[in-house]
């Protein structure tokens, strides 16, 4: 039929939407017979695809060795390449074709011909798991120590897609167990990552250090203890992993498991000796951390292995101050059982009850008074927790601590009352809490400032009216005339603390090649993808 169309004018060299011409589309289908009558009648033999693909290329993916071996007597180049710079044995070597990649390399093809993304023919053949391919090209002068644009050797690939059996060929024959991609990952950190632990034993068995550190700081167990990987940091400690060792922010692997809530790791670390009180930084250690992102059982864990309750932070957090402002009732009443102190404050003079009440957390606010958390207790620049739930409009937090006790009345440094801090941020429900329980409506601050004068100066006219409507005098005067010009502003309260401890998120690189090569030209029905 072909020499039939042919005989009768058809176009040899026609293509279609994506750029196939017959030859491509014989190649593909391993039509031995077809390819040589269309070379024979000088078909386009160098045409490409949109994608950059030669009827090399096609021949290859398809394992249709003869046609590759016509193509190649018809002298095409065996090191042609697509647009991502990927050649025939890229092909050969991701589909494991090894008669192919054999034929290839005997025409001379460039085992260390690199695509776009700087992966050669190993890399692939690594990532793959065809340790028969890695093993032809290492033969034919391959490096497996040459790196992709992310630093990555073959090793790394194998490491990263669990290729067990090409790791055990590649450090046997000379590949740098100890190279690190561009963010210092060895191949120890990839496979620890994986809780790939046939391959971290080999990895180990060969030397690799189990305390090598990514640019983060983070080393192998620190990434087994985030995934959770029990058996693998058994076999790091095993082979002298260091328990103490912390990333840039100060975090051990005990840490970590406390974070992501790995129980079973922080058993083992612990097992292992590992500090439970260890503070990094900024002072936090693992019960901070396991009070802050709700790891309930982690953190019993460490209290009944000796952590302290009363740990603070370098800014004098404790971990129920952490369980109080995030609302985790469970750990917030596990600590106190261990005896955390409910009226321990921070630098800045906060309990734990100035910020559940700040946040609103009415059931933390009982919890913590029913545990003597002074309900009155001021910070350093006089704030309550009734003036930070004046601030939020926390009408239901401030029902229970004045139920509990708070004075209504109390004042900053300044002189700030409650009800000064709800008329200045224009809380309405909290304003008419307070006056229903009797707030003083004319109470002044150092400046002589009252309630009205801040409801007046934040423009609060609906504030304005229930205070008047409440005897609020609307001829108080301030202490002198310029500070009738001046923006008063009451205390507040916005301590941050940083709990991140992100690994740069390479580290977390999907498990698949993806740089970029596909040999899909879906609608001439060719789907099978490379890298």
Same mark, same amino acid.
Not at 34 to 63: C, F
Not at 494 to 512: F, H, I, Q, W, Y
């Given at each position: ?13 026609? !293509? ?25 009648? $000088? $078909? ?8 950059? &693909? ?43 074709? +090894? ?36 093993? @032809? ?16 050797? $073959? ?7 669990? =290729? ?10 000379? $590949?740098?167990? %100890?190279?690190?991609? !561009? ?17 971290? @034993?080999?990895?180990? @068995? ?21 995934? #959770? ?6 076999? &790091? ?12 922010? /100060? ?8 974070? +992501? ?8 670390? &612990? ?34 292995? #000796? ?27 596990? &600590?106190?059982?261990? /005896? ?13 009850? *100035? ?55 109390? =004042? ?7 009800? *000064? ?24 601050? !150092?400046?002589? +400032? ?11 006219? *609906? ?20 500070? !009738? *010009? ?8 916005? %301590? ?27 609608? %001439? #029905?060719? +789907?099978?993808?490379?890298?």
């Amino acid at each position: 039929m072909v020499k039939l169309l042919l005989d009768r004018g058809a176009k040899i060299d026609a !293509k279609t939407r994506d750029g196939l011409t017959p030859l491509h589309c014989g190649a593909r289908s391993g039509h031995e017979q077809v390819v040589e009558m269309l070379l024979d009648r $000088a $078909a386009p033999i160098l045409s490409k695809t949109k994608n950059g &693909l030669s009827p090399l290329h096609m021949a290859t993916q398809g394992d249709h060795l003869n046609c590759v071996q016509l193509l190649l007597q018809h002298n095409v180049p065996v090191d042609d390449v697509t647009n991502d710079y990927l050649t025939a044995l890229h092909v050969a070597a991701h589909c494991g074709h +090894y008669k192919v990649a054999k034929v290839l390399l005997d025409k001379k093809a460039n085992p260390n011909a690199k695509a776009l993304s700087g992966l050669t023919p190993i890399h692939v053949a690594a990532f793959m798991g065809h340790v028969n391919i890695v093993s @032809q090209l290492m033969h034919h002068g391959a490096s497996p120590n040459t790196t992709n644009v992310r630093g990555e050797t $073959a090793l790394h690939m194998a490491a990263r897609s669990g =290729q067990a059996e090409v790791v055990r060929y590649l450090v046997q024959d000379g $590949a740098q167990v %100890e190279a690190k991609a !561009k963010d210092d990952q060895t191949p120890l950190h990839i496979s620890a990552r994986l809780g790939k632990a046939d391959i971290v @034993q080999q990895l180990l @068995q060969q030397g690799a250090s189990p305390n090598a550190a990514t640019t983060s700081g983070y080393t192998p167990l620190h990434l087994s203890a985030r995934e #959770g990987h029990e058996d693998v940091a058994a076999f &790091l400690l095993d082979h002298g992993a260091s328990l103490s060792i912390t990333t840039k922010k /100060g975090f051990t692997p005990l840490h970590v498991a406390a974070k +992501y809530g790995k129980l079973e790791v922080a058993n083992l670390l &612990l097992q292992k000796s590992a500090s439970p009180d260890a503070a990094g930084k900024s002072g936090l250690t693992p019960l901070h951390v396991a009070a802050h992102y709700d790891n309930q059982k982690v953190a019993l864990l460490l209290l009944d292995q #000796g952590a302290s309750p009363h740990a603070a932070a370098k800014n004098g957090y404790t971990p129920l101050h952490i369980a109080a402002k995030k609302n985790q009732m469970d750990i917030a009443t596990s &600590l106190l059982e261990y /005896g955390a102190d409910a009226n321990a404050v921070t630098r800045q003079g906060i309990a734990s009850v *100035h910020l559940a009440a700040q946040e609103g957390h009415v059931d933390m606010v009982s919890l913590l008074l029913s545990r003597n958390a002074n309900v009155n207790l001021s910070n350093k620049s006089g704030l309550t927790p009734l003036h930070l739930a004046a601030q939020e409009d926390r009408v239901n937090v401030a029902e229970v601590l004045v139920n509990q006790g708070a004075h209504v009345d109390a =004042q900053t440094k300044m002189g700030y009352t409650p009800l *000064h801090v709800g008329c200045h941020y224009g809380n309405i429900k909290i304003v008419n809490f307070l006056l229903q329980h009797s707030a003083k409506v004319n109470a002044k601050t !150092k400046n002589g +400032y009252t309630p009205l004068h801040q409801a007046a100066q934040q423009g609060h006219t *609906h504030i304005i009216n229930v205070l008047l409507q409440n005897n609020a005098s609307p001829n108080e005067l301030t202490v002198t005339i310029t500070e !009738k *010009h001046k923006m008063n502003v009451p205390e507040t309260m916005n %301590e941050v603390l940083d709990m991140s401890d992100d690994e740069v998120r390479k580290a977390n690189a999907p498990e698949k090649l993806s740089d970029g090569e596909y040999i899909s030209d879906v609608e %001439e #029905g060719i +789907y099978p993808s490379i890298l």
